[in-house]
């Protein structure tokens, strides 16, 4: 919590603070069928700041821009091909090279680059596609990764002095409740099945489909399809609820939940739902809640919509 006051300042320190002292005094839940950990909960919490609010969190992504084949240009001069931000890095930052789903950076002559924190005189990237690890690129003052969604190219960059993240407005929760605990059962997907989901540039990706999970709300069946998040080893749902446009964002929200035991068995905590990255940046490419996950009920709890960010029926589709 201390580097994440020093990097956002005091001005945040104290709403963090606020949040904190908050969720001590929300965290006492109802009669539910569940139990919530306040510390485990607090610590969730300044994690989930830290990823939305860090110096590399959603709010400090300045850019998206999608690279054509052959060669484009990058700086801060106008005109280039890829205009970055006025005064954060060269007027020229070098020359970008695509052909098929490889890219290459040629730096302009003087530029510094560093490459995974190691200077960097040019050459081949790895992008993120099927669920690598990218290069990171630093020069001036952004942090850029080359992104490959559905086979478009994209370099994404973030600058951690952005005014979208220095000014960032807090995240807000419903009070916390353990009657939003609420214990799951997942019907699996047959092996190998993938989720396809369109996102909001206009594509679709595909995950592996997990199965789909059972519970109960005020004794009422409803049913979520969940993938396999691979990078947290864990389930990823996206909902939607009848609170989504007016107390939560309007495009849903995401969650997690622990692999079933060999019961089939796991838990839902809608206590820790929280808003996807387009709540914060215009810039990111947030996949869509799929049909099938639209809750005919209101779930409050988790994450309230953010007061600072675009709007939800204002992205990119």
């Keep these: 919590m201390d580097a994440l006051q020093a990097a956002i300042g005091g001005r945040w320190a104290s709403v963090l603070g606020m949040v904190l002292s908050g ?10 069928l569940g139990t919530i950990d306040e510390a485990e909960w607090m610590r969730w919490k300044t994690q989930r700041l830290e990823s939305a609010a860090g110096t590399n969190g959603w709010a400090s992504l300045v850019g998206l821009h999608w690279l ?8 801060t001069r106008s005109g280039l091909d890829h205009v970055f931000p006025s005064g954060r890095a060269p007027e020229l ?16 002559p003087g530029v510094a680059v560093l490459k995974n924190g190691q200077p960097f005189s040019g050459g081949p990237l790895v992008t993120d596609a099927h669920g690598a690890k990218p290069d990171g690129l630093s020069v001036g003052g952004l942090r850029i990764t080359v992104i490959d ?25 419903f009070k916390g409740s353990s009657d939003w605990v ?24 595909s ?25 947290t080893d864990d389930l990823f749902v996206l909902f939607r609820d009848t609170t989504n446009g007016r107390e939560t964002y309007g495009a849903g929200r995401f969650l997690h939940a622990a692999k079933p035991d060999a019961a089939g068995r796991t838990t ?50």
Excluded: M
């Excluded at 084949?69 to 990058?74: N, Q």
């Excluded at 930052?93 to 890219?103: E, F, I, K, L």
């Excluded at 969604?149 to 995240?171: E, I, M, N, Q, Y």
């Excluded at 839902?268 to 947030?286: G, I, K, V």
């Design 268 to 317: 839902l905590d809608f206590n820790r739902a929280y808003n996807p990255p387009c709540a914060f940046t215009p810039f990111a490419t947030c996949p869509l809640t799929p049909p099938e996950n639209r809750l005919p009920v209101p779930i409050r709890a988790g994450e309230l919509r953010y007061r600072g960010g675009p709007d939800s029926h204002s992205i990119r589709r």
């Design 149 to 173: 969604r559905g086979g478009r190219l994209g370099l994404r960059v973030k600058d951690s002095l952005a005014p979208t993240r220095t000014g960032f407005a807090g995240l807000r929760y």
């Design 93 to 108: 930052v070098g020359v970008w090279h695509r052909s098929g789903t490889g890219v290459r950076l040629e730096p302009a």
């Design 23 to 32: 969720l001590l005094a929300g965290c006492v839940g109802g009669s539910g």
């Design 68 to 75: 054509p084949e052959g060669a484009s240009t990058s700086g």
């Design 182 to 205: 609420l214990p799951a059962r997942l019907e699996p997907a047959a092996p190998g099945a993938t989720l396809t989901l369109a996102n909001v540039i206009g594509g679709r990706e």
């Design 207 to 231: 995950l592996p489909w997990a199965g789909t999970l059972v519970f109960e709300i005020a004794g009422k069946p409803h049913r979520l399809q969940a993938a396999l998040d691979t990078e």
